[in-house]
């Protein structure tokens, strides 16, 4: 397994990294992803640090905080073996103060999610979204102190815009309060919004992408294409509507050419999709999912070997899209293509 910088930290992550949302399943969204209790999950992490993956990544809103407990569970005895990253700010509750990210509601977080998870301390602690009515410098101070406490490692943010985490750095480095150093963001090649902003803030400020959804929700499996409709089994029948939405001509454009690289290189369709992400700049880590031992190793296999520059390039001219405003001139136009050169693959 291969470890990279998490952004401009001294911090380790493995390039692929473990996501427990399916993990405790409940409710409309979670139950569809996975039920896994904590016998399947201590199994699911045996075979991950078999292969070198030591990042767990969950969040207190998966299934009401059952993901964090039998995450906790699963590694039970073994806390120094792993990294545990999760997250808060969604909503909780119905009450004034169980959403957002105020020092009180910060404060509560930490201390709920370190007793479900059964530790002192969280390696990587982001915040699930931007608090518009909470002022910035009031949570960047909150997190410094919570990380002053030894409680917090290492801190950042996940969807988050550019100019959100510009201002939230900004008060950092103003007051010299610890800043983030991951960005948690939803990533594939039937969505690649991450490259227009933010992708260049990453490589600028230090940001380490954590790449969630790396199969565009599900689409990437190998399981939909032009000739084979989503399956009456799939679970995107039920989830569709809670994740980023994907154009069907860029789907199938997209699966055309992962089904062209997977025969030439005799891998799986999410191998290809996944090992296409781990070469993308300011990738730190892929969070990978599984249901089961076999969807796990399958994941797994999408390290360990490269695409060629060709296959790269197929890969990236499927999956292009036309820039948003104001990016679309700098890719079109040769005086606007000078003042942005692109980044390097």
């Avoid at 399943?25 to 399947?40: R, Y």
């Avoid at 530790?119 to 960047?140: G, K, R, W, Y």
């Avoid at 089994?233 to 939405?245: I, Q």
């Avoid at 994941?299 to 036309?322: C, F, H, I, P, R």
């Amino acid at each position: 397994m291969e470890y990279r910088n998490l952004g401009a930290s001294g911090l380790k992550v493995p390039v692929l990294s473990f996501g427990a949302g399916t993990f405790g399943g409940s409710g409309p969204l979670f139950s569809h992803w996975g039920t896994t209790d904590v016998e399947e999950a201590r199994r699911l992490v045996d075979i991950c640090l078999e292969a070198g993956v030591n990042l767990f990544d969950t969040a207190d809103v998966y299934s009401h905080g059952a993901s964090e407990e039998v995450l906790g569970e699963a590694i039970k005895g073994r806390r120094d073996a792993v990294l545990i990253s999760t997250k808060a700010s969604l909503p909780t509750g119905d009450g004034p103060n169980d959403w957002g990210s105020s020092r009180l509601r910060l404060i509560r977080s930490v201390e709920a999610a370190l007793k479900r998870l059964g530790t002192d301390h969280i390696d990587i602690f982001q915040l699930h979204a931007f608090d518009a009515s909470t002022p910035v410098e009031e949570v960047v101070s909150t997190l410094d102190r919570l990380v002053a406490d030894g409680k917090l490692r290492y801190i950042g943010v996940s969807n988050f815009s550019g100019w959100q985490i510009m201002k939230s750095l900004a008060a950092a480095e103003k007051h010299g309060w610890t800043r983030y150093v991951a960005n948690q963001v939803y990533y594939s090649l039937v969505g690649r919004d991450y490259e227009w902003d933010l992708m260049p803030l990453g490589a600028d400020q230090g940001l380490g992408a954590l790449v969630w959804s790396p199969l565009g929700w599900g689409r990437l499996t190998g399981k939909i294409s032009r000739s084979k409709p989503i399956p009456d089994g799939s679970r995107l029948h039920e989830t569709a509507s809670f994740g980023p939405p994907v154009d069907d001509e860029l789907l199938y454009r997209v699966v055309d050419a992962l089904e062209e690289v997977a025969v030439e290189t005799e891998k799986t369709v999410p191998q290809v999709a996944i090992n296409w992400l781990v070469g993308r700049p300011t990738v730190s880590s892929v969070i990978i999912g599984a249901r089961t031992e076999e969807q796990l190793r399958q994941n797994l296999g999408a390290v360990g070997w490269s695409l060629t520059k060709e296959q790269v390039e197929k890969l990236d001219a499927a999956s292009a899209v036309t820039a948003p405003y104001p990016h679309f001139p700098y890719r079109r136009q040769e005086g606007f293509a000078r003042l942005d050169p692109p980044m390097a693959g």
